[in-house]
């Protein structure tokens, strides 16, 4: 082998350089999409009804000669925005849904801009906003060096529960697809493990109501249909691989002490590094809640909500990834942001251990973060892998006002510019080689190893519209 | 004894006779207190809120010449209406609370005026006018007859949990009384038995949240406590007298299935027969409280809530009010009242096995009744006797929309004229007979067994104004 | 009716005479039953294992001239004894079986004769022995005054659990009985009440071994499946009648910690003082274990125990025995068994509120017994009724070393004579009466109002012959 | 440091060849101590029992020089066997205790000897006989080469459960000890990682007895306090690491359903990979039962079990046993052993993926065995090392009759001979290199942390000489 070593060197070097052209149209670009994710954070729109934000982005994408097309597979706020023709077929993902009860301001001290409303608190506006301008960026070095195929950008909405890739996967809106590179804000710059595959939803007890002093006999309690499956959920998690996570809480556990309760609902969440894995463990938490309503003399009616898989890891692509954002690089904080960094970690109550925002982390993981999103499922379909950036302060947590403080801030802002620049790195790598895709394409289907994409959500599903707001 | 029957009987006959009056000031004013109990029912105020409602009694009763006093016990809505002076003291009690969700039209269909506003499913509208018109009666009567003593109307808010009486008893405001004579509205006319104790309040743990995905170790899960405590509980069932009865609510539990639980509640009511038997199972209750707490690494608060004594019944007063009610007597249905107790029983759901109207009950009987009341309290404290009056269609229970709908129609108004009429002959009774007192005191004091009410409503607490709206 | 009274009274006078005459046969065969009474005390066997104690009642009944048949219904100790032909038939039944355990010297100090072995600690070698004594005496008065008729003693094994009355009933071998008179140790003389239904069985779970260290997730826990089940089971008793009991030992709880449980067992056993609301309540039991199997991935399987159902009162021979009772007496303590008693009630350990054997109980009683007895399945087929007889000191209740003390000495003997003497003048009015016999099938029709017996004893199912040994 | 490194080859080198002598020393006595480790075997004595084991153990070194001192730290089959004196000091550590219940025949298929009877299903047989054999080679090249420092054979019974060794680290018996090689029977030739830490013990319920139909409410059942602990056990497994195991049986649930349970017991172990981090687990498993005492109105107690610690792992001595057992090699398998292994494998169920005995993984690992030993709290206060040596057929688990078989087989006896051989070969490294001991302190102390050994087993304890019969 030792003879093809400095050929190789060479070619790898000039991709590099014709590469590199892409992060000057990012540099181009990178204030006008700071400023749509600053706008997106502001409105923070929940999942489904991200109208305004996705609006913009569709609206600065047709702006940029992108085919867009919207409302799709039933959902409003759903799109997707094209650039060339033929293959290879690369795309980049966009979420820009909010979280309810995260309303910040870009403080580092907890500071609702509104009590109780909603709050970019998983920096989902630099994520939409981050993929839009490698989209742009790509673009123009495409049209720059005339490089073949398709670009195409996917406005996923919901993905905090609402599962909008889901809906567009079943709808064959990826179906020509070769290579996936998506990203996600967090607190350092690395290329992505897997994560969880998570399924949930709401388990409803019916029993029947009577006075609880006069006649408890003739009472069938639906509380007690749901604490005795719980209990039996209990005993269960001796009996599950122990990277299981269940968890739940009682969403309606009666209505006035004096009443056996006719109605009592369960919402609970499960978990486990392998989707399949999980659905073994499913089946068991059905039981444990069929047997509550059997033990109990109550009725039990399951309702669906949240399932996503686990990712997929792609080596090829995460390699490809992983030489971008070492390419791409880190960034310094200003003294003010340090300022900002420093007054936000006291905020945290633990000794902060993450690495700075100039640190990068190229090398693949089979780590398994304990998070779950809808680009799981995503990668069981295409060949796909992800990156992070830096986008919160080192030691913030997504889900947390702090994560919606930064998200708003120039800090956020920076981290989303190192997302941009792996992203459309990484893309022209892979219209520059579109061999890679093939070995992208066997990594796929190594790993996937004869098994199908599966999911709980039904194909004929009406998107759950509501499910953030009812 | 023998010689002695005759003059007795003779007495019993004249003292009949005298007593039979104070009906004819029973019936002058029963349209105008059937009104009042109209508008009460129209307004339908909750505990501690019924300003219109206390003051429209203590109105009638100050135009009726009555002593008025208001805003007592740190109670705005609490008051007492006092005729005559010097001993003996006889009693009689007006409630005037409506129930939350119980809005409901004069008609025999589930018709709430205002939906989910209150309404009179307890027909407290009725009990308090009564007990007025009774009073107005028997001062009439006082008067004509030139009777000695003093009567006293307590006006007592907030039954249906606000436990008005037991703020009114720490006050020392039933000190100088020798017997209390009560009613409760119900689907028969009878003698009353006795009430269960109860006690009950809210159970509150507090554990460390954490996500329950990537740090559950990290959590201590307030819902566990309130689990295990129930679950505790479950298990006590068995080794408490048969007679005793333990329910909850889980009022929350917890704020979202990824979040290891913070706080989670429990609303939880005991009742027993006896208020030192319930003294005695609260204590392991809280210890399984306790327990919950401990092996979940939680904290547990209690909060007190509605704590009400059984009854102790007075023999000698019970007969009493025994030989008033006979000779009060029932009433019997209009044709359209038949035809609407007819269309109520129907929405009922069970064959209606009670008696009607028409019927009188008047022996004393040791029944317990699966009800609590701050009445029992009383009966501690003062001689007690209670009756029930048929306010309602045979067949339907408290805390009902169809009690609701009876409550504001004529049948209600019957009712509560039995129950004026029976109040008022046991009154005039006890102020021609004070020898009867004594009697009623031995009674008392038999039944005591050399007990003290005990409470555990602290003396110095302030009343929990807004225990029924928060 | 009235001109009807005074020939009425007149021939009960008659018969009143005439029966009396059977207590001289009582006492002239009382000391040979007492001394079998302590020959059977002595050998104490356990149920089915009653061979010497069945041998010497079958012995003394023949050499009475009874007609023996043994070996019955597939259990060699049952037997019954016959005597006379013909219409009315009326039946006494005889017990004695031991329970494992209580040997005891007829000491008033716990001191068992062989520790561990069997004792006679609810009387049944009293039990058998006095209706043996009651059989001999009647069939004398039969003879002495020419009764037509069949009188049958019925020896029936294993009362304690292997319920041989109900392999009897199976049998058909009390189709043409008209009445049964039966009678139970205890520590007073009265006319019986019911006895509660119960019914009882082994819940096994099977489940998967995994090192429980290594490989958690690999077993299936049969330990959990019951402690789920017990825990639905808790939550089940809220919601059943009060007067319900269910109550459960683990037999099998796990072989080492270190394994994940394969087996694991429960002994269950529920009351209620209605067999068919027992029938409703236990169909929930099942499914309470049924959810533990479901819900910890395990298998169960019920192994049905005793099941015996409540005593159907009958109200005519509940009178007759009353009568008799009434006739029959009670007796005095000697100053040694007045000794003997102070000494044992001081064993007692709370204060005895009994009457004492002096005392009669003549009337008749809907009180229900906490036992369970399979004579119970007897009175669903056969108009039956029962006494209580003083054999034990008063305080002393059943399954007691101080019940074993007080069946082997004199007291004991003292109270069988109390029970054979009630027995012999209820059976003599009888066959003196047959119209009673109508009035008594009459009476067993209106209780049994168009239910049948049933049992969860097969009719063809083997007599668990080893129940009390294995 | 590059021009170090010939000399230190050359003094490797030079070690190496003098330590190979030792070989041949292991090879002269091999056959005898096959023959001792097979008497063992035969005679298979349970912890603290081992009296003939022992004693041949004993007798085997005395006669081979070592100075005996036996009936140590109160256990008399405890003893240390000593060769030379002065500093360095190397141990070695033999157990010798079989397994209850694994009676077995060196054959493939599941055959007690007698059934019922004690195994040697950990090969223990060949643990101390292996070490033994070391030490008499170890001894034989310290005179041959003159060698200084002194070797001790330590003689350590009940390792199962007993923890012999904690008892003599009590004595301060390993006090002198600079290193301690130590090797485990097992299924392939490796060093060894670490092993959970475990504490264990059983919880004695103590309540009241009742009849459990008459008088439920009079009892406090001591099983309701143990499924209460359990229950909340089952919650707790959530918020602990998930490395943790937790595992209970119930090995007293009451003594007949009809009585409420005075008296239950539960044997519960929990392990963790730290025994610090164990300890505080420790502490709340106490809480979930005190928790169980006190909702149940019981009295708990606690009986400590056995209660090891981790392996604190040394770096040094882990690389000396390292480079000795790749020295020391594997070995083949005869035909006839070829076909022993191939038909026990058919026995075990699951596919076989362990290596063959040929194979040797010289490495050091930082893996958790999901086993316990008192090996591991030697290791807390000497350094120690260990290794696994192939005795059992590849897939073959301790703690099996698949294991019992080997111990007595050839396979056995050759997989203890590689223990020999490495135990010797890493012994002389040491007497050789004395500066490799100030090493190995070194990275005992890194690993110490400062921490200290700890135990629950307390220093004034009585060794629970009967636990392995009562």
Redesign the interface.
Known sequence: MKQNLFPVVILAVANLYAADDVLNHVSAHEARFGEISRQIWENAELGFHETKSSALLQQELRANGFDVRANLAGMPTAFTATFGSGKPVIALMGEFDALPGLSQKDVPTQSPVVAGAPGHGCGHNLLGSASALAAVAIKEEMQARGLKGTLRYYGTPAEEGGGGKIYMLHAGLFKDVDAVLAWHPGDSNRVSGSL?A?N?GRFKFYGVAA???????H???A??GA??????I??????????T??????????????I??AFAEV???A?NPDAQVLNGIWE?IM??A???A????TRMEFEQGTNYSNVLLNDTLGDVLGRAIKKAGGYQFTPEEKKFAEELQKTLGAPVKSPGPDKVFPDKTEAVS???SDSGDVSWVVPTAQITAATFVPGV?AHTWQAAACAGSSIGRKGMVVAARTLALGAIELFDNPDELKSARDSFETRLAGRKWTTRIPADGKPPLDYATK
Chains 1, 2, 3, 4 share one sequence.
Do not use: W
């Open positions: 969880l998570n949930g006075h609880a002093a006069a006649a408890p006999d009472g069938r309690s509380l007690d604490m005795i499956m719980l209990n039996a209990e005993f269960l998690r001796e009996h599950v691989p122990q990277e996570r269940i968890h739940y809480i009682i969403t309606n556990g009666g209505q006035a002490p004096n056996v309760p919402n609970l969440v978990r068991r039981d444990c069929k047997a509550g059997l033990a109990s003399g304990s998070a779950s947590g």
